[in-house]
């Protein structure tokens, strides 16, 4: 899915499967609320 969706975006604490996959690794992880700033900085 992460490369079907043409940016693949990855938390920093997410399966090595992913973060092989993610076309950037976000620093972060889930309960630092990645996601969320990744977007707020991108909208």
């Known amino acids: 899915m992460l490369r079907w969706a043409g940016?693949?975006?990855?938390?920093g604490?997410?399966?090595p499967q992913a973060r092989a996959a993610a076309?950037?690794?976000l620093s972060a992880g889930n309960?630092?609320?990645a996601v969320?700033?990744?977007?707020?900085?991108?909208?």
């Open 13 to 15: 604490d997410a399966d």
């Open 36 to 43: 969320a700033e990744w977007l707020l900085n991108r909208l």
């Open 31 to 33: 309960d630092d609320e």
């Open 7 to 11: 940016h693949g975006v990855a938390m």
């Open 23 to 25: 076309d950037e690794v």
